[in-house]
Structures are given as structure tokens and as C-alpha cells.
């Protein structure tokens, strides 16, 4: 995509809530490699960070801005910085910046929002998510959240691990990051040595195999070396990891390393993500097939939505009208209806091409 075009398209993203195109060297390096081989922009990790073709004008009907409804968990004087949902876990919006934006966020409107504020100083913003865990003894993990938490410099990390731990009920910290396949000298020596040393779980959102490149293996390497336990979880999205095999790589590359993938989610129904969307019959066959093809080790990790009621899985479902496309989840004696995206928009990602490397 040439300059002209990324300006044209980050001054439309600005007027529509979405984000810029932003794409750090390393990641760069990975789509050229991509385009140069296929000889298209069709490939999945450009897919990550450019838009398609009719990007702005693609619309599934019922698409919100917000479908998890992060601002109604943000308690007052804390809009921007902090999501209670549950009740001994919150999300701290540590900062609004991450190195690279993938094309599928499904944060975007708060991130958007976030970016056309002015924040408070990074200390104050820190001071009044300390007071509000002080009054509310009763959150005992915080994960650390965004944007991307390994962009904020290493003092103010490592401020606020410690003011957690020394200042709060936290027992546990988590951080939930996509920086390190973005650029992975985010996990420096001394980044993995203090994330080991408040013994922060690490939640690393990779979502195709060819991310995982030599530079993001010897982060992973370091992070292991200090004993850090990683996670995953990434959403399924269409053209870039929704065929079983890539889906089957991608984990087996994750458990060499050891990382254990968590939850895989449905992605949001928010504006602008139907290129990525995939109708929930699709998904779910996606899951069967994982879970027949392979080990328990490959295939333990959960298809989850997240709404506005919290997580909810297949088991939740109460209703399914697929005539209408409406489905009703229950969970705790509450219900959410998702609107399903419609098969006959659903082209599946090809195999060759998702899997180009061979
Ligand atoms: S790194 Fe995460 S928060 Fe940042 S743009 Fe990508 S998906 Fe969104």
C-alpha cells in the first residue's frame, strides 16, 4: 500500500472511530516476505495491519460500536482507566498506545476515544486506580491492559507492579500483550526479569504461526529462563487463522514453546469487523474438528464470546433462531443476544494462501 493510500485511509479511520494503520520494522519485514511470495495482498498477516479492499464501507446489520460494553463497567472517575466487571478482577487501562494496530481490534472505540483525549500524567492515573483498589479489597487480580501494557517505559512498569503489590489486596497480576510479535525487543532482559519477579502470568495474543518468528522465540526463550508462565488466547477471524490446520499449527508452535492456550474467542460483532467475522455454525465446527483432529494438550482451549454478561461458551446458548440469525446466551440468570453473521457472506480463508509458507 503506498504512502498516498495510508493517508487517505488513516484520515478516513479518524472520522469513522477506527484506528490508523501502524505497523512497527519487524512486522514490516514479515508482510513483505508474505506479499513478496504470494505476489498478492491477500495474505493473512497483511490482512493483521492493512485494510481490505472496502474496508470502511463493509457492514454486517446490528453491528454497535461497543458490543462488550466496556464503559459501563468503568467506575465513575475512572472512565478511561479501569473496567470492573467481575467481582475480584478489574482491568486496568495502563495506556492507550500499542507498536503496532491489528485491523480486527475489537477495542477499537475505546481505544479511538482514548487516543482523541488528552490523558492525565501516567503517575495520577496510577494514584487513583491504587485508591479505587484500596476501597475495594475484594479485586485480588489485576490484568494490566490497553493498548499494549509493554509500551509504557520500564520505570512506570515496574511502579506500578510494585505499588500493587505492595499497596493493594492484588495477589495476582496479569498482563495481556501483542507488542512482543510486534516488536519483540519489547522483552528485554530486564522487561522478562521484572514480569518474573512479580511472578506475572503473561497472556501473549499471537494469532497466526508466522508470527512467531525467530526474534519472538528468544523473547519467549527469556521470558521462560525467568520463570514467567505464559498464556494465550486470540480470536478466530477469517482470513488469517479460520482453517483447522492453522489453527492446529499455531497451537502446537505455542505448546513447543510452552505456552498454554487459554480461550479462543468469536469475534466481536463491532463496526467494520465483518471481513473478519465467521457465522458461529462455522466456528463451531472449526472447534470439533480441532478437538477430533488432535491431542488434549492441542485442543483444551475454549471458544468464548465476550458480552456484556461476561464470557459465555456453546453451553450457554438458551436459544438459537437461525431462520432470524439470533442467538440468546444465559449466563448467571442473564441473557445477551448476538446477532450471528450471515453464512452466505462467509468466504473461508484459503488454505494455500493462509499457509503460504507451505
Ligand atoms: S495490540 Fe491489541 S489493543 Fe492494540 S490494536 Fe492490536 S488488538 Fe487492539
Redesign the pocket.
Known sequence: MDDIRIQQFNEQARRLGM?TIRIPPHYQRLVREEVETLGRTDGPLYRVVYPTAGRTDSKADHDVPDFVEDRTNMPSGLESLLIHKYHNRALFLVTDV?????M?????DV?TDLHARELQAPEKRLDAVIAYLKDHPQVTEVILS???PLSVPFRHLERIMSRLDTETAVRDIRIHT??IV?SPKVMSERVCELIGRYRVRLYL?LIHPYEIAEPVVKGITRLKFYGVRLYSQFPILRGINDRCEVLERLIRMMDDLGITPVNLFVPDPINYSAPFRIPMKRLFSLMDNLYWRTSSWNNSAHLVLDTPIGKVRREDIADWDEGNGLIIFRREGKTVTYHDFPGESDIPGDLETLLWKG
Open positions: 484506528l500499542c507498536a503496532g494496530h491489528c480486527y481490534c475489537f477495542r477499537q481505544l490497553g493498548g499494549d501483542r507488542n510486534f495474543h
